[in-house]
């Protein structure tokens, strides 16, 4: 595995992992002491955001990073475009069944929830309690891997960070598109049988569709054996129960996907908005995935100590979301096999070539026949002078200052940055 040498000083390297555990540290504050929490958070992120923007006029690679803007931006809407689709999945398997199933339908057999239920019994109090506690959570790892692509500024990651941005959500979005095709393929009932009635403001019975192909062969075995004998939906459903319809143009074909209410808003919009986590079983675990990206980004790009710490929360986040019934154990597992497959899958993203090399490579082709008369003719010093052209070339591109365009670049890019900082802490904060 390549691992992108800490340069500067060496105070790069300690200081990113000493940041992030300060992160998680300082966030789990607000569960042991609101009041130093509310203290010390706005002074760790303004601390954070002001040694950032300091580092900006420093920083040498603003054009490999101009270079990376639009893969960024590109994989940016294609993560946007594969959340759309998921929250619409998510909304179909809740309301396609209506909520009196979700409600009588008991949660499915999991041997980790046991497992971790007989732990309880022979570990130490002390223990069992660590493993309860909400140490991290979704937009812990949020941040976490936020933090990672700014550290480019200190060199202690491989530029460019939009780079490692771009991979991050283009694996993101691979990941929510597979796993929305796998729990709508097969609708399995919540560990939290209450969880959609309580959220949801579907209607209580099928959709037709599930009122004719599901509900007549759910539960008797002489009609299930026929339906795999004749393999045709053979039952009268008899008169189908009708949903309301609104209006809604030219996205009127949603309706029979996201079942709406007379009470849940006028738009199809507002629905995707209360979609949330969903409550049927929607396997892989979405913040599994999440949690394992940025573990798998974390080791790739910085390594050491503080890579197997944020393995260590991803395994305490996975047992809490069996614990707590989230997820079954088997959501989890998934998740994190198929996060590690994608991330291995999407390597030819980021790192970015390495162009100080290739340059250096091509003009020592350029200059190859001359190096190879002098060498002939012992001479020494024009081997020297030849290979110092060669290595002042290469370097040229980071020697020279950034231009106007490039420090407009450079300010937006940090301006924006920061700000989805701020909006994925203020919308991810709930978990």
């Not at 300082?26 to 010390?40: E, K, N, Q, T």
């Not at 239920?117 to 109090?125: D, I, S, T, V």
């Not at 986590?277 to 910085?302: K, Q, R």
């Not at 420090?407 to 904060?429: N, Q």
Request: charged share 15%; net charge positive; glycine share 6%.
């Amino acid at each position: 595995m390549r691992r992108p040498a800490v340069k500067s000083g060496g105070g790069g390297g300690f200081g990113l992992g000493a940041a992030a555990i300060s992160y998680v540290a300082i966030d789990y504050l607000r569960h042991v002491s609101p009041a130093w929490h509310a203290r010390l958070q706005p002074l760790l992120w303004t601390a954070l955001a002001v040694v950032a923007v300091i580092r900006v006029p420093f920083y040498r690679h603003w054009s490999a990073e101009l270079r990376s803007a639009l893969p960024f931006l590109a994989s940016m809407i294609f993560m946007l475009s594969a959340l759309l689709f998921e929250a619409l999945s998510v909304r179909f398997v809740t309301a396609v069944l209506g909520l009196d199933w979700h409600s009588g339908t008991p949660p499915l057999p999991d041997t980790g929830q046991w497992l971790l239920l007989a732990l309880n019994e022979k570990l130490p109090h002390a223990v069992v309690e660590i493993l309860r506690a909400r140490i991290i959570g979704l937009h812990h790892f949020l941040m976490l891997f936020m933090m990672l692509a700014f550290s480019v500024l200190f060199d202690s990651v491989k530029a460019p960070g939009l780079g490692l941005g771009a991979r991050y959500m283009f694996t993101m979005a691979i990941g929510r598109l597979l796993r929305a095709i796998t729990f709508v393929s097969t609708i399995l009932p919540s560990a939290r049988p209450w969880c959609a009635t309580s959220r949801f403001r579907v209607p209580p019975y099928p959709h037709p569709w599930a009122q004719k192909y599901y509900v007549p062969y759910a539960s008797d075995t002489n009609t299930i054996l026929q339906i795999i004998r004749e393999d045709i939906a053979y039952a009268d459903p008899g008169q189908y129960l009708t949903d309301f319809r609104p209006d809604w143009g030219s996205m009127n074909f949603l309706i029979d996907f996201l079942r709406p209410t007379a009470s849940e808003g006028s738009t199809w919009y507002s629905l995707l908005k209360k979609a949330g986590g969903g409550c049927n079983d929607l396997i892989y675990s979405g913040h599994m995935l999440v949690a394992v990206l940025t573990a798998m980004a974390w080791m790739e790009a910085y390594g050491g100590f503080s890579s197997a710490l944020i393995w260590l929360l991803v395994m305490h986040s996975a047992q809490r979301e069996v614990r707590e019934r989230h997820h079954y154990t088997v959501d989890c597992i998934v998740a994190i096999y198929v996060g590690i497959l994608l991330w291995k899958m999407t390597g030819f993203i980021w790192p970015a070539k390495n162009t100080t090399r290739e340059r250096r490579l091509e003009m020592l082709e350029k200059i190859q026949g001359q190096l190879t008369h002098a060498a002939k003719d012992s001479d020494i010093d024009e081997v020297r002078e030849l290979l110092k052209e060669v290595e002042l070339g290469s370097q040229e591109s980071q020697s020279r200052g950034p231009s106007r365009t490039m420090w407009l670049f450079a300010c937006a890019t940090i301006f924006c940055s920061l700000t989805i900082v701020l909006l994925a802490f203020t919308l991810t904060s709930d978990g």
